[in-house]
C-alpha cells in the first residue's frame, strides 16, 4: 500500500488539502499517523474518492450479487445471527452445512427464509464439533463484538463475550477445515494496543493455520453502506494456499440507489419533540446546522465536549454510501435520519443498505429485526469474500499474486506478533 501525506496528496490530486480533510471528516478515508502525528493517506483509495467525486468512476446500479454457478465446498457458520454471511456465501456458490445462533429470532430468521439449512440454536461452547472432522472446508465465525468495538466498554477478554473467540478456535482444532474465516469490528486491530488480534493470530498459529488479516472496506465492495471490518482468513499449515482478500471496487454505490423503490415496511417513528427539530436538519447534516439554543438544549452536556459529534441528529445524504447503521437507527450519538423524510430508516432500508434483498425476512419485534440487521455481515461483503473463499479452494490465483500475497501477510503479522504470545492458547 503506497502511503502519502495530506500535502503530496493533495499535489497529486491537484486538489486543496482541505477537500482531502473533508473526506476524512466523511469518513470516506481514513489516515494513519506516524510516531510525529503526520497524517499519511493510502493513495489507491484517495485516487478512488477523487473519481467517484469527479463522475468518472462506473456508474453501477444497485443489486444482490448472486452466482448462478454453485461449489461443493461446504462452511460452518458459528454465530450465524439472521444470515449476513451465510446468505452472501450461498451467493457466492458455497453449501452453508451447519450454522449455530443462540437468539430464537435470529434462528426463527434463518429458518424463514432457508427452511433446508440444517440450524442450531445453542451456544456454540456447548456443541461437540468433532463428527464434522475433514468434512467441512471453511469454518467462519463473527463473534460478537461489543466487547472489542469501541462504543462497548472495551473489556476485552476480561468481557466473557470476548471469550467467544476460544469457542470459535476450539471448533477448528475440532473440525480441521481448510480455511478458517473470522470477521470483527475495526476496533479489533487498536484494542489492547494490538494485543487482543495479536493473541488471536497466535492462536490461529498454533492450531496449525496461517493467518492473515485485512480492514476491509464495505463501501468499495457493491454495498451502499460505508463499514468497515477486520477480516481474517486462516489457511491449515498443511495446504499451500495464499489467503486472498476482495480486491475494492473503483466505485461506490449512493444511498438514493439503494434505496430506490424500496418496498414499504414497519419501522420506529420520532415523537414530535425531535420530530420538530430533525425538520430543521438538510440531507447530510447534523447538530450544527440547529440554532445555537437548539443545539444546547438538544445536545446537552455533549454540547461543551469537543470533536465533531457529527453523527447527533444526523440527517443522511442521498449522494454517498450511508454512515455504518448501528443496531438501532434513532441512537442519540448515531442518528440515521432518511434523506427527505423525517424519521429514522425503516427496516427494508436497513436491509437495502446492508444488501439484504427484499424477500429476506426478518422475525421477532421491531427492536429486533433492527439489531438483526445492524449486526450482519453486509450480504454482498460476503459474496466477494466467499468469491475469493472459492478461488483460494479451486487454486485459482497466479504465481505473482501468490508471492505478493504471502509477503505482505508475513510483514505484517511479524510486526503485530508480540514475542512470548505465541504460545497463550
Ligand atoms: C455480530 S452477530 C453475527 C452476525 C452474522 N455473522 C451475520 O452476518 O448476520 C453475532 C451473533 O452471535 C450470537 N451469539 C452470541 N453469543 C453466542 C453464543 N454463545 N453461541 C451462539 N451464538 C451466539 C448473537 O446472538 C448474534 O446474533
Given at each position: 500500500?503506497?502511503?502519502?501525506?495530506?500535502?503530496?496528496?493533495?499535489?497529486?490530486?491537484?486538489?486543496?488539502?482541505?477537500?482531502?480533510?473533508?473526506?476524512?471528516?466523511?469518513?470516506?478515508?481514513?489516515?494513519?499517523?506516524?510516531?510525529?502525528?503526520?497524517?499519511?493517506?493510502?493513495?489507491?483509495?484517495?485516487?478512488?474518492?477523487?473519481?467517484?467525486?469527479?463522475?468518472?468512476?462506473?456508474?453501477?446500479?444497485?443489486?444482490?450479487?448472486?452466482?448462478?454457478?454453485?461449489?461443493?465446498?461446504?462452511?460452518?457458520?458459528?454465530?450465524?445471527?439472521?444470515?449476513?454471511?451465510?446468505?452472501?456465501?450461498?451467493?457466492?456458490?458455497?453449501?452453508?452445512?451447519?450454522?449455530?445462533?443462540?437468539?430464537k429470532d435470529c434462528v426463527n430468521t434463518l429458518q424463514k427464509n432457508r427452511s433446508h439449512w440444517s440450524v442450531v440454536q445453542e451456544d456454540v461452547a456447548k456443541i461437540d464439533f468433532k463428527s464434522y472432522q475433514g468434512k467441512i472446508d471453511i469454518v467462519s465465525g463473527g463473534f460478537p463484538c461489543q466487547a472489542f468495538s469501541y462504543a462497548g466498554k472495551g473489556k476485552g477478554f476480561e468481557d466473557t463475550r470476548g471469550t467467544l473467540f476460544f469457542e470459535f478456535a476450539r471448533c477448528l482444532e475440532e473440525v480441521k477445515p481448510k480455511i478458517a474465516v473470522a470477521e470483527n469490528v475495526r476496533g479489533l486491530l487498536s484494542h489492547q494496543k494490538g494485543k487482543t488480534l495479536s493473541i488471536m493470530l497466535a492462536s490461529l498459529k498454533d492450531l496449525g493455520y496461517k493467518?492473515?488479516?485485512?480492514?476491509?472496506?464495505?463501501?468499495?465492495?457493491?454495498?451502499?453502506?460505508?463499514?468497515?471490518?477486520?477480516?481474517?482468513?486462516?489457511?491449515?499449515?498443511?495446504?499451500?494456499?495464499?489467503?486472498?482478500?476482495?480486491?475494492?471496487?473503483?466505485?461506490?454505490?449512493?444511498?438514493?440507489?439503494?434505496?430506490?423503490?424500496?418496498?414499504?415496511?414497519?419501522?420506529?417513528?420520532?415523537?414530535?419533540?425531535?420530530?420538530?427539530?430533525?425538520?430543521?436538519?438538510?440531507?447530510?447534516?447534523?447538530?450544527?446546522?440547529?440554532?445555537?439554543?437548539?443545539?444546547?438544549?438538544?445536545?446537552?452536556?455533549?454540547?461543551?465536549?469537543?470533536?465533531?459529534?457529527?453523527?447527533?441528529?444526523?440527517?443522511?445524504?442521498?449522494?454517498?454510501?450511508?454512515?455504518?447503521?448501528?443496531?438501532?437507527?434513532?441512537?442519540?450519538?448515531?442518528?440515521?435520519?432518511?434523506?427527505?423524510?423525517?424519521?429514522?430508516?425503516?427496516?427494508?432500508?436497513?436491509?437495502?443498505?446492508?444488501?439484504?434483498?427484499?424477500d429476506w425476512k426478518f422475525t421477532g419485534s421491531l427492536t429486533s429485526q433492527y439489531k438483526q440487521i445492524g449486526n450482519a455481515v453486509p450480504v454482498n461483503m460476503a459474496y466477494h469474500l466467499g468469491q475469493c473463499l472459492i478461488a483460494m479452494l479451486e487454486g485459482k490465483w497466479n504465481n505473482q499474486t501468490k508471492q505478493q500475497v504471502i509477503k505482505k501477510q508475513e510483514t505484517e503479522i511479524q510486526q503485530l506478533l508480540i514475542p512470548g504470545l505465541a504460545k497463550v492458547f
Open positions: 500500500m503506497e502511503t502519502v501525506t495530506l500535502d503530496e496528496a493533495a499535489k497529486y490530486l491537484g486538489v486543496a488539502p482541505a477537500l482531502i480533510r473533508s473526506w476524512e471528516k466523511k469518513k470516506l478515508i481514513q489516515s494513519k499517523k506516524d510516531h510525529n502525528n503526520t497524517r499519511f493517506f493510502d493513495l489507491e483509495l484517495l485516487k478512488r474518492i477523487y473519481d467517484n467525486s469527479q463522475g468518472k468512476s462506473q456508474e453501477v446500479g444497485f443489486k444482490i450479487l448472486q452466482n448462478t454457478e454453485k461449489t461443493e465446498f461446504t462452511t460452518i457458520e458459528l454465530f450465524a445471527g439472521c444470515g449476513g454471511m451465510a446468505l452472501g456465501f450461498e451467493n457466492a456458490g458455497l453449501q452453508n452445512e451447519l450454522l449455530i445462533e443462540l437468539n493467518p492473515a488479516y485485512q480492514v476491509v472496506s464495505a463501501q468499495f465492495l457493491d454495498v451502499p453502506q460505508k463499514r468497515e471490518r477486520v477480516v481474517i482468513i486462516a489457511v491449515r499449515k498443511d495446504l499451500d494456499i495464499p489467503s486472498i482478500f476482495p480486491d475494492p471496487k473503483s466505485y461506490t454505490i449512493s444511498l438514493k440507489q439503494a434505496l430506490t423503490n424500496c418496498p414499504d415496511s414497519i419501522g420506529v417513528n420520532y415523537n414530535d419533540r425531535k420530530k420538530a427539530i430533525m425538520e430543521l436538519v438538510p440531507p447530510g447534516g447534523n447538530w450544527r446546522d440547529l440554532p445555537l439554543e437548539i443545539q444546547k438544549k438538544y445536545l446537552k452536556n455533549s454540547f461543551y465536549k469537543g470533536g465533531g459529534r457529527t453523527g447527533f441528529a444526523k440527517r443522511l445524504s442521498w449522494d454517498e454510501p450511508c454512515l455504518t447503521i448501528t443496531c438501532s437507527p434513532a441512537q442519540t450519538q448515531t442518528e440515521r435520519c432518511h434523506p427527505d423524510k423525517t424519521r429514522p430508516l425503516t427496516v427494508r432500508e436497513y436491509a437495502r443498505v446492508q444488501t439484504f434483498p427484499d
